[in-house]
């Protein structure tokens, strides 16, 4: 995808302004906002603006869309890219907006050669291509606001997104540098290892099902626990931080 030239699909003007009573809302709603830098803030704040016109935003359930549901969606979305492009969410065409986790029925792998059978809730599903991001709000809003359980359906789902833009899902999002991307395999397929060998790891059990879940439950980790990751698996942070170019460690990320 590097070597395309992609034509944009995200062509919407985004408003001009930020609402200041959103910086406002966003400190409550998502106390890593307070964590991010003044300049790291402004350019976050342009892109919400542009994710927030450029999504299609879709209610379920019964579901009552808000602005403050699209700007706490949207503000953590697009931590992920904060220091990437935009376009990498060119796939992201609409959410879905549930009020609770969604009952799902029928067959699931479940890892390890493993398929489970009945009814499971899921608070979040990722579709292939353009298709819809589903996010349980009640699941979403409280992540947002706690990191203690390194659980965040958004960023996993986002994450998932990312990790499809090459056409395979497979745990390694686009990585340019051959260097780069070699190491990345060479350390995330060295933890998911220990993981599907049920060694202790600093990711929850999820990371196991596969490749591609494994990616997700890092982006999660990285995010939300990024001190435990980084004191838990150095190699797996360095990767994700050369990724993301983010360090998150640094900030003073609250635990609550
Ligand atoms: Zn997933």
Same mark, same amino acid.
């Given at each position: 995808m590097f070597g395309s030239r992609r034509k944009r699909i995200r062509r919407q003007a985004p408003a001009a302004e930020f609402p200041a009573a959103w910086r406002a809302r966003l400190a409550v /709603? +998502?106390? #890593? +906002?307070?964590?991010? #830098?003044d300049d790291e803030q402004a350019r976050l704040e342009d892109l919400i603006l542009a994710f927030i016109v450029n999504t299609r935003w879709e209610s379920a359930k019964g579901f009552v869309m808000t602005d403050e549901v699209q700007l706490v969606i949207a503000a953590q979305a697009c931590l992920l890219v904060l220091e990437l492009?935009?376009?990498? &969410?060119? /796939?992201?065409d609409s959410i879905i907006v549930h009020p609770r986790t969604v009952v799902l029925h029928g067959e699931r792998y479940v890892g390890s050669g493993m398929v489970a059978d009945g009814p499971h809730a899921i608070a979040g599903q990722a579709h292939h291509h353009a298709g819809p991001i589903l996010i349980s709000w009640s699941t979403a809003a409280f992540e947002a606001r706690h #990191? /203690?359980? @390194?659980?965040n359906v958004v960023y996993h789902e986002l994450a998932h997104k990312i990790d499809m833009l090459d056409g395979v899902v497979d745990g390694t999002p686009p990585i340019a540098d051959p260097a780069q991307r070699a190491r990345w395999i060479e350390v995330c397929t060295a933890e998911y290892e220990r993981l599907c060998h049920g060694r202790a790891s600093v990711? /929850?059990? &999820? @990371? @196991?099902?596969?490749a591609g879940e494994f990616f997700a439950v890092a982006t999660e980790q990285f995010f939300t626990q990024p001190v435990a990751l980084r004191d838990g698996n150095t190699d797996l942070y360095e990767v994700l931080m050369a990724f993301y170019r983010q360090d998150p460690a640094a900030r003073a990320l609250p635990a609550r």
């Open positions: /709603r +998502w106390p #890593t +906002w307070s964590t991010l #830098t492009d935009i376009d990498m &969410y060119r /796939r992201v #990191t /203690r359980s @390194a659980s990711l /929850r059990d &999820y @990371a @196991a099902t596969d």
